[in-house]
Nanobody, 125 residues
Framework: QVQLVESGGGLVQAGGSLRLSCAAS????????MGWFRQAPGKEREFVAT????????YYADSVKGRFTISRDKAKNTVDLQMNSLKPEDTAVYYC??????????????????WGQGTQVTVSS
């Protein structure tokens, strides 16, 4: 497992943008599978986006496709989630996830063994 720390959450108006960042504490995740998930109040955690070890393959939930972009910067040892055209239904706690055992993308929570504490994103209408 690896220690993950998210940052960049906050309050934004509908139509606005936020950029979330995930950093590894005490480790490098340059060859890890990475993902972002979110959990809204009263709902189950859901997949948002994933990126493979190389940074060349990514996949998105239909609800965010075309609005969110996942990327990784191996030099900075971070994985970011750029969120544009935000909607009130994007309001949730966003979690960064990693798995050092695999290189490819994944969409299920069970496919990741390390999680951050989460960062709150609130989109007002």
């Amino acid at each position: 497992q690896v220690q993950l720390v998210e940052s960049g959450g906050g309050l934004v108006q509908a139509g606005g943008s936020l950029r979330l960042s995930c950093a590894a504490s005490g480790s490098t995740f340059s060859n890890y599978r990475m993902g972002w998930f979110r959990q809204a109040p009263g709902k189950e955690r859901e997949f948002v986006a994933t990126i493979d070890w190389s940074g060349t393959v990514s996949y998105y939930a239909d609800s965010v496709k075309g609005r969110f972009t996942i990327s990784r910067d191996k030099a900075k040892n971070t994985v970011d989630l750029q969120m544009n055209s935000l909607k009130p239904e994007d309001t949730a706690v966003y979690y960064c996830a990693a798995d050092p055992r695999h290189l490819t993308i994944a969409t299920m929570s069970a496919d990741f063994n390390s999680w951050g504490q989460g960062t709150q994103v609130t989109v007002s209408s």
